[in-house]
Antibody, heavy 119, light 107 residues
Framework: EVQLVESGGGLVQPGRSLKLSCVAS????????MNWIRQAPGKGLEWVAY????????YYAETVKGRFTISRDNAKNTLYLQMTSLRSEDTALYYC????????????WGQGVMVTVSS | DIQMTQSPSSLSASLGDRVTITCRAS??????LTWFQQKPGKSPRRMIY???NLEDGVPSRFSGSRSGSDYSLTISSLESEDVADYHC?????????FGSGTKLEIK
């Protein structure tokens, strides 16, 4: 069974940093691209970042470029999102999701982890 | 960036009704269109991928179609368990972009 389990969220002050993790199981993690997507309370979905299976290709949404860093450790089956210079508008539920072929979109999602940026 | 214009933003329909939700792409996205269902407090679930392909385990009352730059998700006969938010996603280029979502309720 495919499982993606996020962790690392919490309450953080504006300007501070936080690192999210997503542990994968039930599939060959190193074969899949991985994404972070977020959803602000009561709002729609916003794609945040993508990393290819071997970390060769990385893309970011403009809203987080220069502040967030996506990375992965295939030996640990873990995806990361390092978030710095956090703003109140980064408050959201953060999901990790996998992708194989772009035409197929994102097929499995984690349960999400909440990040609240507030003083 | 590719804009995905989703409509309607909310929809109230009766059990057994045929329901259609549409996303319009601002540029050619081919069949790189996915539909997700999201129930309250849950993660999104992929329903349709490649514009028309039904995810395994998804009821056959769900279908996806394309007409030019318009992509539709249709529920042929609405059931109570279909109450959810629905989102479209284009994945032909980065940044990936979602539609704004449709809240589907029972009348």
């Amino acid at each position: 069974e495919v499982q993606l389990v996020e962790s690392g969220g919490g309450l953080v002050q504006p300007g501070r940093s936080l690192k999210l993790s997503c542990v994968a199981s039930g599939f060959t993690f190193s074969n899949y691209g991985m994404n972070w997507i977020r959803q602000a309370p009561g709002k729609g979905l916003e794609w945040v970042a993508y990393i290819s299976s071997g970390s060769s290709y990385i893309y970011y949404a403009e809203t987080v470029k220069g502040r967030f860093t996506i990375s992965r450790d295939n030996a640990k089956n873990t995806l990361y999102l390092q978030m710095t210079s956090l703003r109140s508008e980064d408050t959201a539920l953060y999901y990790c999701a996998r992708s194989l072929r772009r035409v197929e979109g994102l097929d499995y999602w984690g349960q999400g982890v909440m990040v609240t940026v507030s003083s | 960036d590719i804009q995905m214009t989703q409509s309607p933003s909310s929809l109230s329909a009766s059990l057994g009704d045929r329901v259609t939700i549409t996303c319009r792409a601002s540029q050619d996205i081919g069949n790189y269109l996915t539909w997700f269902q999201q129930k309250p407090g849950k993660s999104p679930r992929r329903m349709i991928y490649g514009a028309t392909n039904l995810e395994d385990g998804v009821p056959s009352r769900f279908s996806g179609s394309r007409s030019g730059s318009d992509y539709s998700l249709t529920i042929s006969s609405l059931e109570s368990e279909d109450v959810a938010d629905y989102h479209c996603l284009q994945s032909i280029q980065y940044p990936l972009t979602f539609g704004s979502g449709t809240k589907l309720e029972i009348k």
